[in-house]
């Protein structure tokens, strides 16, 4: 399985992003996915899981009511929406897929088995 993520860019506070990950793979589909972020100096963080099916979501604490993840399996493509981003959302963007687990996905990075290469997202205050 391969990820390419994209959407990435620099934004003021208040503004919004949409993040896309392009997976390749005959599997790929089943697997759940996730979107981490990781500042320099600092570890990589949960922000948003969807199941394989996409009808279970979860978020941090940090950007719920602020970011939507979805999925369209017939496009192979996970997408993340920022809204209302304020400077503290500045880092690299990673997605990662994980092999199902059912309706369930991991927040820890390390239980995840593909990667995405990461995109910048900078918001300015």
């Known amino acids: 399985v391969q990820l390419q993520a994209s959407g990435g860019g620099l934004v003021q506070a208040g503004g919004s992003l949409r993040l896309s990950c392009v997976t390749s793979?005959?599997?790929?589909?089943?697997?759940?996915m996730g979107w981490f972020r990781q500042v320099p100096g600092k570890v990589r963080e949960f922000v948003a899981g969807?199941?394989?099916?996409?009808?279970?979501?979860y978020y941090a604490d940090s950007v719920e009511g602020r970011f939507t993840i979805s999925r369209d399996n017939a496009e192979n493509t996970v997408h993340l929406q920022m809204n209302n981003l304020k400077p503290e959302d500045t880092a690299v963007y990673y997605c990662?897929?994980?092999?199902?687990?059912?309706?369930?996905?991991?927040?820890?990075?390390?239980?995840?088995?593909?990667w995405g290469q990461g995109t910048l997202v900078t918001v300015s205050s």
């Open positions: 793979g005959r599997t790929s589909r089943t697997y759940g």
């Open positions: 969807i199941s394989w099916s996409g009808s279970s979501t």
């Open positions: 990662a897929a994980v092999r199902s687990a059912g309706g369930w996905v991991p927040k820890i990075p390390s239980a995840y088995d593909y």
